[in-house]
């Protein structure tokens, strides 16, 4: 919030400034007898336009009944609301201000402001508010000692705040394409959230399931500082980033672990949040874009460090593009890109008891995954004829590991992309996109990375008539993999992913000043894998083709009503169905309680808005939104973590422009 009242702050000092220099500007101009030759800005005089300023205020009412689900990214508190926008443009001066403050965790600020072209400065500063579940942890089985539940955060409720703030200052050579540059960005996380772990670590004793409160302090920092300018028939930009992030709240835990072969007893941490910082210096080069042929080369090297552990990750980036404009119907590319990843950490970690430091336990650390990768990929693009362009591309990609074995990975993995599309005018008013693209892999390291895919999409926009506007958009994708991999096991696994999806649209005209748009969309993604489970003496499971399935439909309708020129009234009413499930078989996983159980859901939204504003003479204006948002869990299943939820939101405003 004192970010944002910093932005207006600002942004009135340079309104004030900007305003003295352009008189003092207009006063030295009035003599005109010098003989020398007029520059640019004294035979060309620049419109003065005045400032076009508007303020708006108001106040938000919540009401909120149930699960913060509702409205999962609303700060739910009633609140004083603020707005307003200005404009001005009084040469050498720009500047533009646009600020809207919801609550005091919900707001937005935009700032620019330039100094004829020598100048320029940008300032963003946005928050968002999160309201975040407490998953309630049940005991399933509770005359057994394990497993176990431990639930320190009954009724808790949590939320995050993101506010996130980038600024972009520029200065310009007079009369030279020599520019330095400096960006600067802030993200900030506070706020709650809940916290669970396994204490006793599996191995040692009975596991406990724990839940509980967890402070969150976060902050990324980094700062880029560069120049650029034309050096012959190439252009060059090399810049040097910095960047950092801390956690000031509850970085690590502490619980209690009984006595194990390894070490005493005592409490010792877990759930550390490291300190992170970085460095990254870039070179870029690009020859000039006005010809046919055009290349650019990108070179970057990273550093990254874990201050806590000591682990550290260096890269090398370089990538190269050649473009080739033959003819207008006929252009070629060309990229290629090379990435080296060394990551480098301990062999052993020591950890301490926190009531007894020479009670400590040094575990060692398996080595991390460095690899070197390579992609080169071209692109044909060629326009048959008027309203049909074909666009054929191919990529291959090659990436090689160390101490894959280790971690029972492949050593290499080969990728190959192969796609066409086309852009048809079909006739007047009918716009067709269609896209195929075919991916074929070789030993894919994640089991969720594909042996082959193949993907469709189509998308239809239609204008038959003035009033009339539609949008299709269709998505089909199936992928296969023949053998996942599975720690202690060598057999051979399958997994199948079919994913469809529909999107449409159409808006009417149905009078001069009103509008109704109706819109319909459906996903639905379905795996069918098998899962390797160990039984309660730790021998390998099988359960085949278990399928896990997501099935979404939403509806919606809006309406934009002008019935005079200074009323405005909207309407809108969407309604989601959800579901999901998970389906296991194995004997292991039925007993006490199925885990489908915990996975199956089904869940209803509806979301009403309507808002209207009328405008009275002198630029005065008043305006309300109303938002309804219900939730509901339409199992009522126990073993989830839904709850049905309903919010009401109200915010009435009164604006003035000038």
Not at 46 to 73: C, K, Q, W
Request: charged residues 20%.
């Amino acid at each position: 919030m004192r970010k944002l009242l910093y932005t207006i702050l600002c942004a009135a000092i340079m309104l004030s400034g900007g305003r003295a220099f352009a008189e003092e500007a207009a006063a030295g101009s009035g003599d005109t007898s010098s003989s020398e030759t007029p520059s640019l800005e004294e035979t060309y005089a620049f419109p003065v336009i005045g400032p076009d300023i508007s303020l708006s205020g108001g106040y938000r009412f919540v009401n909120v009944d149930g699960s913060d689900r509702a409205e999962e990214y609303e700060y739910l508190h009633n609140s004083l609301t603020l707005g307003g926008q200005l404009q001005m443009f009084s040469f050498p001066h720009r500047i533009h201000l646009d600020v809207n403050m919801k609550n005091e965790k919900d707001y937005f600020g935009d700032l620019t402001y330039m100094y004829k072209d020598t100048v320029r400065l940008r300032a963003i500063e946005t928050s968002l508010y999160h309201n975040l579940e407490n998953v309630p942890l049940i005991d399933l089985d509770p005359l057994t000692p394990s497993p176990g539940v431990d639930v320190r955060d009954a009724g808790v409720k949590y939320g995050t705040q993101t506010s996130m703030s980038n600024v972009f200052l520029r200065f310009k050579a007079p009369n030279y394409p020599f520019h330095v540059y400096l960006e600067g960005s802030l993200v900030e996380r506070s706020g709650s959230r809940q916290q669970r772990s396994l204490l006793g670590s599996g191995s040692v004793g009975n596991p406990v399931r724990a839940s509980e409160y967890r402070g969150v302090d976060q902050d990324t920092k980094s700062l880029v500082i560069g120049a650029n300018s034309h050096l012959g028939p190439v252009e060059v930009d090399f810049s040097h980033g910095e960047k950092r992030f801390k956690e000031e709240s509850d970085k690590v835990l502490y619980d209690y672990y009984a006595a194990s072969p390894d070490r005493a007893a005592g409490e010792y941490p877990h759930n550390l949040v490291p300190d992170l910082r970085g460095s990254s210096n870039t070179l870029k080069i690009h020859t000039s874009y006005t010809g046919s042929l055009v290349a650019s080369a990108t070179f970057s090297k990273i550093d990254r460090e874990n201050s806590d552990s000591g682990a550290t990750a260096d890269y090398f980036i370089g990538a190269g593009e050649i473009s080739w404009i033959e003819s207008p119907s006929l252009a070629f590319f060309l990229k290629y890109r090379h990435k080296e990843s060394d990551i480098d950490n301990p062999a052993t970690v020591t950890i301490s008891d926190l009531t007894n430091p020479l009670n400590s336990y040094i575990y060692a650390v398996e080595p991390s995954i460095s690899s070197v990768t390579d992609r080169v990929s071209a692109v044909v693009r060629y326009r048959l004829t008027t309203g049909v362009t074909v666009k054929g591309e191919y990529s291959y990609e090659d990436i090689r590991r160390s101490v894959s074995a280790e971690w029972a990975l492949p050593d290499r993995t080969e990728k190959n992309t192969a796609s066409l599309s086309a852009d048809l005018r079909v006739v007047r008013g009918v716009y067709v996109r269609a896209s195929y693209t075919h991916k074929f892999n070789y030993d894919p390291v994640y089991n969720t990375d594909p042996d082959r895919s193949d993907e469709g999409k189509l998308s239809v926009s239609l204008t038959p008539h003035p009033r009339l506007t539609a949008l299709v958009s269709i998505t089909a994708a199936n992928e296969r993999r023949d053998d996942l991999l599975f720690i202690d096991t060598g057999q051979a696994r399958n997994r199948e992913v079919h994913r469809d999806g529909l999107l449409g649209s159409v808006t009417y005209l149905l009078l001069q000043d009103l509008s109704v748009t109706a819109s319909y969309a459906y996903m639905h993604n379905k795996i069918l894998q098998d899962i390797v489970y160990d039984n309660a003496i730790g021998v390998p499971q099988t359960d085949p083709l278990v399928p896990n399935s997501q099935l979404m439909h939403f509806y919606g309708l809006d309406f934009s009503y002008l019935p005079q020129n200074n009323i405005t009234l909207g309407a809108g009413v969407g309604y989601t169905i959800s579901s999901g499930a998970f389906y296991p078989s194995d004997a292991n996983l039925l007993e006490p309680v199925s885990v489908a159980s915990f996975s199956e859901l089904k869940t209803r939204e509806l979301l009403c808005t309507f808002s209207g504003e009328y405008r009275f003479k002198g630029g005065l204006g008043l305006g309300v939104q109303y938002r309804y948002s219900k939730f509901d869990d339409a199992l009522d299943n126990p073993y989830d973590d839904v709850e049905d939820g309903r919010a009401h939101i109200v915010m009435l405003t009164l604006s003035k422009r000038w």
